[in-house]
């Protein structure tokens, strides 16, 4: 069979949904990973395999998107052998447990029982705004009853005001302490690192995983391997170009009043 060249230059959820969709074809594959502002860390520092790809760094800024069965560039999950649906499925909820078993982190926090996740992104735009986000999260709070809260964000203001808010309501939080950002492309390899922690500590949370944005590939990840995502911005993103063959139901799309599907 073909090897497949994989190219990933985003941010690390971006490139784990592309090495999931590369490893699911159960070809040879060429990583190239580069080492740039969007991830400025090599692959062998983020783990502690290869998963049986060739792989090379490389310091370039981008590379052009593409999807085609032997040359794979792309951001969201894609079925690049046109498997049946539940085979795709079931490998790539494979390929996602392989790749976050395989981050060189060993240390991470780790929420109670009745956990609910945040993935609040700020540095990014068009996501949904702050008090909106709360009141949505409000109500999945009163749905799910949580305990405990991890909180995953890029924004250390963010993170004071949301732990400040659960920890008035009795519902204890962790996070996990690295290097936080300023703006979209602050960052570092501790920073990389700290994302590894980040999608470790949130697939413990048994109850779900609230997200600013439809367009979390953090989220991806964490689908991929059963824990149900909460949306409170629905941006379109969430049935773009194959991630609705992977991701066919149970997305909620939260309003400030109401939950519906999507």
Known sequence: MQEICC?????????????ASALVTGRSIHLWWAVNKHCPIQFERV???????????????S??????PSHLCWFYPQNLDGLPRTVFQDRMTTAYRQILDAFWITEWAKPGPRALGIAYRHHLEGVDTFDHFWKCLQN???EQRPLHVHLATDSLEIRTQIDSRLTEIGIGVTTNEYPLMSHDFDRSSANVLG??????????????????STRSTVADSLRGIGVRPYFTKDDGWHRYKGRDHLFEAGVSVLSARMTKAA
Do not use: P, W
């Open 195 to 212: 994302m590894c922690a980040e999608l470790k500590s949130l697939a413990c949370c048994e109850l779900g995983v609230v997200a600013n």
């Open 63 to 68: 590379y052009k998107y593409c999807r085609f």
């Open 47 to 61: 783990f502690r395999h290869s998963f049986g790809m060739r792989v090379t760094n490389e310091d370039v800024v």
């Open 140 to 142: 999945v709070i009163a």
């Open 7 to 19: 190219q990933v230059f985003e941010g690390l959820g971006n490139r784990i949904n592309a090495i």
